[in-house]
Nanobody, 120 residues
Framework: HVQLVESGGGSVQAGGSLRLSCEVS????????IGWFRQAPGKEREGIAS???????VYANSVKGRFTISRDNTKNTVYLQMNSLKPEDTAMYYC???????????????WGQGTQVTVS
């Protein structure tokens, strides 16, 4: 089964940077897209970024130009480099897995446990 384990969250001042990691295991050829969602208190979960097996990337407008998603297949890890962080980026960040980019942005079936990011 698919397992996603996030790490790298923490507290940072506005304008700072964090790099989140997602260790991926148990995926098949049908799991072609890994990405990130976030959820702030009182808000719906928001898709942030995705990367598929062809390294095609998609970003939400709210993070475009500030966040970068990448993968290292040798380490089975997906990263989210977050720069120029703003207080509104404060949320629980979740690594997610889906069969395609479309499924990711619609309703990804596999979720990690989340890692907290707090920007002040």
């Amino acid at each position: 089964h698919v397992q996603l384990v996030e790490s790298g969250g923490g507290s940072v001042q506005a304008g700072g940077s964090l790099r989140l990691s997602c260790e991926v295991s148990g995926i098949t050829e049908g799991t072609n897209c890994i990405g990130w969602f976030r959820q702030a208190p009182g808000k719906e979960r928001e898709g942030i970024a995705s990367i598929d097996s062809n390294d095609y990337t998609v970003y939400a407008n709210s993070v475009k130009g500030r966040f970068t998603i990448s993968r290292d297949n040798t380490k089975n890890t997906v990263y989210l480099q977050m720069n120029s962080l703003k207080p509104e980026d404060t949320a629980m960040y979740y690594c997610v897995a889906a069969s395609s980019v479309l499924t990711h942005w619609a309703n990804p079936p596999y979720w990690g446990q989340g890692t907290q990011v707090t920007v002040s």
